[in-house]
């Protein structure tokens, strides 16, 4: 039984991330592949659209320039042939203020002869702005 | 074949929100159902945890009695026997404001006999907020 791409993906991710090693990651990335991270790109310019190898390669590499994962658990997973979703919390560093950031993210990827050709994730941004920036930020209260 | 129970919850849930039904709802959450979603409860106090068919109910009820739906568009989809993925957009209105708001969101959902037994959601939370608090939120740039 051959492993499922997603694991080979998110070893290739971290890897990537963690030790600045892009070759495995690029071996997975199909040459149109489709990425989204929806999130506040004003905080994180790694947040966003990308399309094809080399700019989905750059912004992996940005991400690993800021950020360093800790450790994550994937709290709901579904496996298909050729896709998979999951959610994860994620315990991360922001490496330029040496704060860590714990975060809950979704995503949904889909795989193409074992090559990533589209991935789109999503974060809970508010909870993120709110650690990285590192100061409550006042809401009013809309539903009671 | 039968009709995957996603199709039916997503019916059950738009109903109980726009219309105040909850019968439908109702016959499609199981006794103990878990429940969350991810997002800053001081905006919304439908946002957080419950646990068992009564406090989910009145949840429901509460986001209906906050938001209408307008429209929705799944852009990703992954159904399993007894489960779901999806990642949408919404059209959304709150309701206190007449205010629209236009929100992405990824859930995951677990059936068992044709009842939910758990769902978990993610909302792109600080473009939420952003929107029904009607002002941006000034954000230092933290990655270049």
Do not use: C
Request: hydrophobic residues 45%.
């Amino acid at each position: 039984m051959t492993e499922h791409s997603l694991w080979r993906f998110s070893r290739a991710l971290h890897r990537a991330i963690n030790e600045r090693q892009l070759g495995d990651i690029e071996l997975m990335l199909d040459d149109e592949v489709e990425w989204a991270i929806y999130g506040p790109i004003d905080l994180f310019s790694f947040f966003g659209s990308r399309r094809g190898k080399a700019a989905v390669l750059e912004v992996i590499k940005q991400i690993g320039d800021n950020l360093r994962v800790h450790r994550f658990d994937r709290e709901s997973i579904m496996l298909g042939t050729d896709s998979a979703a999951s959610m994860l919390r994620y315990s991360l560093t922001a490496l330029d203020a040496d704060k860590p950031i714990s975060l809950r993210i979704a995503h949904f990827a889909q795989f193409k002869a074992g090559k990533l050709t589209s991935f789109r994730m999503l974060v809970d941004s508010f909870d993120l702005v709110e650690q990285t920036v590192g100061y409550p930020i006042h809401l009013p209260r809309i539903a009671v």
